[in-house]
Structures are given as structure tokens and as C-alpha cells.
């Protein structure tokens, strides 16, 4: 039985895909309407529209029946049940410091169903009895990829992990520690088998330090400078320094920091400090590629994971460590005009569920990985939703960001590099 199965109620047995958007959450031909009242409000929509139908469809045990799953037409021949894995797990992972709010707030009793969802959802991914068991034997190196999103969201609301049942908790450490057979490239995945091991840490589990350790040292080595990191030995131009690199570098440091883990060449917590100084100077590279209106550019890989692309700014907002250069009001208005830029669309959505795309919907976009379970990542830049609606984030007056001050002839910082 669900927790609080508000919305059959609510709804009268109304299916996912009727899920809409209150119209007056967009607005309209690119206009940028950020205010202290509206932002919030915005965002916990937004979000709302995007997690809702997947996670209701989980916790009743219909993903697998009713999500209408769309692979990639570049797409490989892997096996497409990874899709219900990457749907909920890159879903969770952004959701996670919202369902974890206690606060008052306008969408309070949206947070308390939607938790709800998560929670049964969890049980239900590793119960081999549901119908909605997210698969975890298949021999896909994908999974690795995932499930580092499910253990890393556990890690940002430990409620989560925190009101399974005893044997839920036993089922999951089972299931992470059994994707160790899983060899991961010298790219960003090693961070997504450092991050499992930075939860079974957490959660008091035996950890493979040598996985946490690699991990590490091989960022150390593929640091470009500036703020930006390579992904394996050659750098790209891409967004992944988004996407993965400085957020689950962070995550990850901050767990070995807290459990005083040993590392070979340096202090773990002075690591910490150094990564999240160089995380704070990519943001403010972050926040001067968005343009007046709220657009940036198009480029690399992955380009359908959208919004994702800002997920340090996000993160680091979330985390009140934004750099002293970044004012929240700023972050905030960039934030909101980047989210407008790409969900004012609305073909992103179809019955409900994100479709493969960019600015809209696109599947000539995807990658030979993608599937539109892959797209639910884009919560990822939403992680500033785990601050209260009454704090400083939301109520500090709006601001202009540096291109909007640069192309309306104001004064605006210059920029240099950092050493660090």
C-alpha cells in the first residue's frame, strides 16, 4: 500500500499522462519574468510536471506497462530495460533535496505525495517480486552508469534511504555492490563507481576504497586548468564537466572529507576545498555562457540532457557556496531564463513524459546511448528547489546576469584566469 495515495483521489482514476502545467508557469516570447514571488513557484511546477507521471507510475507499478519508452534512431543494440533504471534513477537524483524539504511552502502537500512516490518506488526497484524491479541483472555497463544517480540522490535526502524498510536497505546494498563486476572506462565513470562507494560509505556499508582512490587520482591528473577538467586524457568541449564531473566530484569528496578517508597524496578535506574552489570558478564561466534571453550554446555530446548544463550552478546554490562573484538574485534570474529558453516549448513533453530533444523535441538529437529515460537527468539543475521558499535564494531581489549587463551597454566584471 502507498503511504498517501492522494492523487487517486484527487484525480479520480486519471492516468499518468494527464498530468499538465498550470499555464501561467511559462512565459511567453522569451520574455524573462523572474521576481521574488514567482520564481519558486516556477520551478516546483516545472518539476512537478517533470517527476510526477514517472514516479506515480513507479510507486503503482506500471513503468514498465505504461511508460512509453522512445530509444535514440542513432541508438546501439544494448537492451532497452535499462531505460526504466536511467528514468527513475536520473529523475531522483535532482528531486531528491526537494521531496527532502520539511519546510512550509506552497507545494508543501506536492512534496509529501510526491515523496511518497519515491519512497515505494525505491522498494518496488529492488523487490524481484514487482512488476516495476528495475532489472538489475541485465549485462549492461549502463547500469553502473544509473545506479550511481539512485545511491547519489539517497546521499542528497537521506530520507530516502532512511524510511526503507531493513529489508529494502539490505536489497539495495546487494544490488549496488553487485555492479562492482561492472569495469568502468577511464572517463566519467569512474566517478559513477566512486559515487556507490561514497554511499555504501555513508550508510555504514563496507566500501572498495581502491574505487573512491582511483577515481580521485585520475581527476587529479585530467585537471585542464580554469576550473575545468578533462574527461579521461583529452580534453572536449562539452558540458560533461556539468553533467558529472564537478557535482559527483563534490558529493563524492564531501562523503571522504566527513569519514576522514585516507588518501595517498593529500589531506581528503583540503581536496574537498580545493575541488569545490575550482567547481565555484565554473560557474562563473556557467553563468557568463547564458545570454540575455536565456539561451547557450548548443555544443558536445549529450546535448538532449538540457538544463543538466547548469547543474553546478545549481548544486552550489543549493549548497549556499555559490562564489562571492555570483549574487543569489543573479543566479537565481540567469537560472529561471536558461529554464524558459528550453521548456517554453512545449513538444519537450508528449502525454505527459520528456521526449529525446533539446529545445523541444528532437530525436535526431540523441546519441547512440540515448533513450527519454536519459532525459530525466535535466532535473539535475533543479537542485536549488531544496532551499525553503522563504530563504535569501528566493526573496533577494532579481539581478542581471553578466550578458544581459554586458549587451545593455552596463558595467559588468572582466574576466581572468585562476591558478587553482
Known amino acids: 500500500m502507498l503511504r498517501r495515495d492522494f492523487i487517486t483521489a484527487a484525480l ?3 492516468t499518468a499522462s494527464s498530468f499538465t502545467m498550470p499555464s501561467s508557469a511559462f512565459a511567453t516570447n522569451n520574455e524573462v519574468k523572474s521576481n521574488t514571488v514567482d520564481d519558486y513557484n516556477y520551478f516546483s511546477n516545472l518539476l512537478q510536471k517533470i517527476v510526477e507521471p514517472v514516479f506515480y507510475l513507479i510507486a503503482h507499478e506500471k513503468l514498465h506497462k505504461e ?10 543494440n544494448r537492451n532497452k530495460k535499462v531505460a526504466y533504471l536511467e528514468c527513475f534513477a536520473r529523475a531522483i537524483s535532482g528531486a531528491a533535496p526537494w521531496l527532502a524539504l520539511q519546510a512550509e511552502g506552497s507545494d508543501k502537500q506536492a512534496r509529501e505525495r510526491i515523496l511518497d512516490y519515491a519512497l515505494q518506488a525505491y522498494e518496488h526497484s529492488v523487490n524481484p517480486k514487482s512488476a516495476d524491479y528495475l532489472n538489475w ?3 549492461e555497463g549502463q547500469l553502473l552508469v544509473d545506479s550511481s544517480y539512485y545511491t547519489q540522490a539517497m546521499l542528497r535526502a537521506p530520507v530516502l534511504w532512511q524510511q526503507q524498510s531493513k529489508q529494502t536497505q539490505q536489497r539495495i546494498v546487494e544490488k549496488i555492490k553487485a555492479l562492482r563486476t561492472v569495469t568502468p572506462p577511464y572517463t566519467n565513470w569512474l566517478l559513477f563507481a566512486a559515487m556507490n562507494e561514497a554511499f555504501l560509505l555513508q550508510v555504514g556499508e563496507q566500501h572498495d ?6 577515481a580521485i587520482r585520475k581527476f587529479s591528473e585530467w585537471y585542464v586548468g580554469d576550473g575545468w577538467y578533462g574527461d579521461g586524457e583529452h580534453f572536449a568541449f562539452d558540458y560533461y564537466n556539468s553533467y558529472v564531473i ?12 566527513e569519514q576522514k578517508v585516507y588518501f595517498w597524496r593529500d589531506k581528503i578535506d583540503k581536496l574537498h576545498a580545493t575541488e569545490l574552489k575550482r567547481s565555484q570558478r565554473f560557474c562563473e564561466h556557467l553563468e557568463r555562457l547564458i545570454s540575455p534571453t536565456g539561451t547557450y550554446p548548443p555544443i558536445g555530446r549529450s546535448l538532449t540532457y538540457r538544463t543538466t548544463a547548469f547543474q553546478p550552478l545549481s548544486q552550489l546554490a543549493l ?6 562573484s555570483l549574487q543569489q538574485g543573479t543566479v537565481r534570474s540567469a537560472l529561471r531564463a536558461v529554464h524558459q529558453a528550453i521548456f517554453d516549448n512545449p513538444t519537450n513533453f508528449k502525454d505527459g513524459f520528456l521526449q529525446i530533444g533539446f529545445a523541444g523535441a528532437n530525436p535526431a538529437l540523441g546519441d547512440w546511448y540515448s533513450n527519454n529515460g536519459s532525459m530525466y537527468i535535466t532535473t539535475n539543475s533543479f537542485l536549488h528547489l531544496g532551499l525553503p521558499q522563504n530563504d535569501p535564494f528566493w ?21 581572468y584566469p585562476v591558478d587553482y
Request: glycine content about 4%; charged content about 25%.
Open 137 to 139: 541483472e541485465i549485462a
Open 246 to 257: 564537478h557535482p559527483m566530484l563534490l558529493d563524492i569528496l564531501k562523503v571522504m572529507a
Open 209 to 214: 576504497p581502491i574505487r573512491l582512490d582511483l
Open 395 to 415: 526573496t533577494e531581489p532579481a539581478k542581471p546576469w553578466t550578458q544581459k549587463l554586458a549587451f545593455s551597454g552596463q558595467a559588468f566584471k572582466k574576466d
Open 67 to 76: 511508460f512509453p519508452l522512445e530509444v535514440s534512431p542513432n541508438a546501439d
Open 12 to 14: 479520480a482514476g486519471a
Open 319 to 324: 549548497q549556499k557556496q555559490l562564489p562571492d
